[in-house]
């Protein structure tokens, strides 16, 4: 007899229980929301309603996104396999992936603003932008007109928006030199679009005209907005980074590997018309003409609006002139608005405010990069002349404080860097050593003495065998195992080492005492700490900086390079390791013998190095074909390259023997070697003729003493 279902256990019973009893509370709590205060309930992400218009604090906000529509099951999976075949990019020629692109844009046709805004295929239109010819982007601009707003402010259009108004920036530039190109001759094809890649901008720019403060502080529309005023201006556009203004960290990077030449995120600077020059003038008073100075600066700290308003504050003073800044509906007076700026008003609670702020602290950056001469004078003398040690000791304020040294003169500097001298030893404690490195780098360039940098930083970084540049670089002291490798891996290196290894870098480009404390750390290392150093592949970079440097002498480099004796060849296969084999060919200038003792040891492990990439990337810097097959070859090249510089050239080619009158200058070029060897022959020559007339002269000599 079959028996009645039932639910085996209580954790089902429980967990029904508890969903019944969630809903009923999320139910009245809605119920109650929408009872008390329904004019406030959040609006549905798709609902359809007629577009309008509201004004709030200024703003003008648009109405709801549209909805689209979705592509079928067949559509997607068309469109998912387009996609990978793009990804992909395993085309016979050019001609065929542009078969492939026409016949997707024919599937695609009518179907543009569904592709835009799905999260499957979007990624699929801005391969195609990506790849396109300038009349695909110029229809497909056509396709996207009257809906750039509502494109800009989704998740995954925008990312298709910024693509085409990227690569469409470089056929406006051509245009502009060949002005017959923006307007060819009719066509028969009703479809082909005839408006020149300007008016097509200017037509956006108009379409996103009246919402320009809202689009500032969009999730989405702030970048693609970003983008589109840094293509008005012919700017280059910055490549990612972790201080860019432009992308989210988190933008996913799609590309086609391969391709022949892809522009993301690479305009270089580009002539552009003066319509653009005047739209950004416009975009920029129109984005801030409608916010006063209070919520001006309310935005300077805002996430999203704050980079946008850096751009703009950056390309006014830039485009414009640094005499824009009087101007009273300038970006920066309006942040600034008190003559003179002192301790009181509230341009100074501003600034004071700015200071630490994680957000706010980027906007005053921009400021102090980009203000007048007159303007900073005023702010640093007032705010920052007697701040500077307290600034650099603060996490955020420190990156304001490297702005500032950027812009010091010589006076200013040196007394900038006493105070921050001060906290060397607080600072290295720290880790905070990026501020350190800007002003060793701003002294060098100001020629500010830096002996007291030297004596702070000898204490900070001091061991029992004095300065150790080890813990510069992060590094313990232990040596590597028993294999000769370290047990680092290659992974993602921490900002600590790498900050170490800059400033270790920047020490090193000062002649004098504070290179010096590098250099000599670094030939007292030994082999083991070396070689681990060189396998590092953050501190590797420090290495190969030392080997290559201009303040190295000849005896460091070779006590450097001595201790990599015996394992130049394990060094070459290391991906870190390889880089500083390559450094020492540059590094035996003037040591022409010691580059063929490494020389040996590379063609030693030839096997090894063949089967490796970077192997055969050092066995092909060192031109170890050349030395395997034609040794001679090999050494008389190397020795034009490496000099003797008072050091022993090698043997078999050591031209200084009795009877050879050419003895090589120390550093002469090639044609002042030609006309040294010029000259030794032409007075060889005329020595030998002189011997040949003697003989002729005491004969006739002596046939007049017979007569």
């Known amino acids: 007899m079959p028996k009645e279902h039932k639910q085996r256990g209580r954790r089902d ?3 029904k229980r508890k969903r019944d009893h969630d809903d009923h509370d999320a139910a009245s709590k809605r119920h109650k929301q929408r009872a008390d205060d329904g004019e406030h309930a959040p609006p549905l992400a798709l609902t359809q309603e007629p577009f309008q218009d509201e004004a709030i604090d200024g703003v003008t906000r648009p109405g709801a996104l549209p ?5 079928d099951a067949d559509e997607q999976e068309y469109f998912k396999r387009a996609d990978e075949m793009l990804e992909l990019n395993q085309f016979a020629d050019p001609e065929e992936r542009s078969l492939f692109l026409a016949n997707v844009y024919r599937e695609a046709d009518g179907k543009e603003l569904k592709l835009a805004n799905s999260q499957s295929c979007s990624r699929l239109m801005e391969r195609l932008i990506l790849l396109s010819t300038p009349d695909q982007l110029k229809a497909l601009f056509q396709k996207f007109s009257g809906n750039f707003l509502h494109l800009v402010q989704h998740r995954f259009a925008s990312h298709c928006c910024e693509a085409l108004f990227i690569q469409a920036a470089p056929a406006v530039s051509r245009e502009v030199a060949n002005p017959e190109s923006a307007h060819p001759p009719p066509s028969s094809d009703p479809n082909d679009v005839v408006v020149s890649m300007e008016n097509l901008y200017l037509f956006t720019l108009a379409e996103l005209g009246g919402y320009l403060g809202y689009l500032m502080t969009d999730r989405f529309a702030s970048h693609v907005l970003r983008v589109l005023v840094v293509v008005l201006a012919g700017a280059p556009l910055e490549k990612q980074n972790s201080k ?8 996913e990077k799609v590309g086609v590997p391969g391709a022949e030449k892809t522009q993301e995120w690479a305009l270089e600077q580009r002539t552009v018309p003066q319509s653009f020059i005047d739209a950004l003038q416009k975009t920029i008073n129109d984005s801030v003409s409608g916010l006063d100075t209070t ?9 999203t609006g704050n980079p946008t308003l850096q751009l703009f504050l950056k390309l006014e003073l830039s485009q414009f002139g640094k005499s824009r800044a009087k101007d009273e509906n300038s970006i920066i007076h309006r942040l600034l608005p008190d003559n003179p700026i002192a301790e009181g008003t509230g341009s100074a609670s501003f600034i004071n405010g700015l200071v630490y702020d994680p957000i706010g602290s980027r906007l005053l950056e921009t400021i102090v990069e980009n203000a007048p001469g007159k303007l900073f004078k005023t702010i640093y003398g007032e705010f920052f002349r007697e701040r500077m040690g307290s600034l650099a000791r603060n996490e955020i304020a420190s990156y304001v404080a490297a702005k500032i040294l950027e812009r010091l003169g010589k006076e200013d500097l040196d007394e900038a860097m006493r105070q921050i001298a001060e906290q060397i030893p607080g600072l290295v404690e720290r880790n905070r050593t990026a501020i350190l490195k800007i002003l060793v780098e701003r002294c060098a360039i100001r020629g500010v003495d830096t002996t007291q940098i030297k004596v702070q930083l000898e204490i900070a970084y001091g061991g029992s065998d004095g300065f150790e540049v080890t813990r510069v670089l992060r590094l313990g002291s232990e040596a590597p195992s028993e294999d000769g490798k370290s047990d680092t891996k290659h992974g993602h290196p921490s900002p600590d080492k ?9 020490m090193m480009s000062v002649p004098g005492p504070l290179g010096n404390l ?7 290392l030994g082999t083991s700490l070396s070689i681990k150093i060189a396998r590092d592949p953050t501190a590797s970079r420090m290495l190969q900086s030392a080997l290559t440097s201009p303040n190295a002498s000849v005896i460091f480099r070779r006590k450097v390079i001595q201790q990599f004796y015996g394992h130049v060849g394990e060094l070459a296969l290391d991906p870190a390791g390889s880089h500083v084999i390559d450094a020492v060919w540059q590094g035996t200038q003037g040591l022409a013998f010691i580059r063929e003792r490494i020389a040996e040891e590379l063609a030693e492990n030839e096997a090894a190095l063949r089967e490796s990439y970077v192997g055969r990337a050092v066995w092909r810097n060192w031109r170890m074909d050349l030395y395997k097959r034609r040794l001679a070859d090999w050494v008389k090249q190397s020795r034009y390259t490496a000099g003797n510089d008072g050091f022993q050239s090698f043997p078999e080619t050591n031209q200084n023997t009795p009877g050879n009158n050419f003895k090589p200058d ?8 030609a006309r040294k060897k010029h000259a030794a022959a032409k007075a060889a020559q005329a020595k030998n003729e002189t011997k040949r007339d003697k003989p002729g002269k005491g004969k006739e000599k002596a046939a007049v003493l017979a007569q």
């Open 666 to 673: 120390k550093h002469l070029t090639a044609i002042e070697l």
């Open 518 to 524: 590098i250099f000599d750390s670094l030939a007292r």
């Open 498 to 506: 790498v900050h170490g290894s800059l400033l270790a870098q920047a």
């Open 295 to 303: 919520y001006l600066r309310a935005l300077s700290v805002h996430p």
């Open 244 to 251: 860019s203004v432009l992308q989210s960290k988190r933008k």
């Open 67 to 71: 909805y689209f529509g979705l592509l």
């Open 13 to 15: 019973e429980l967990k």
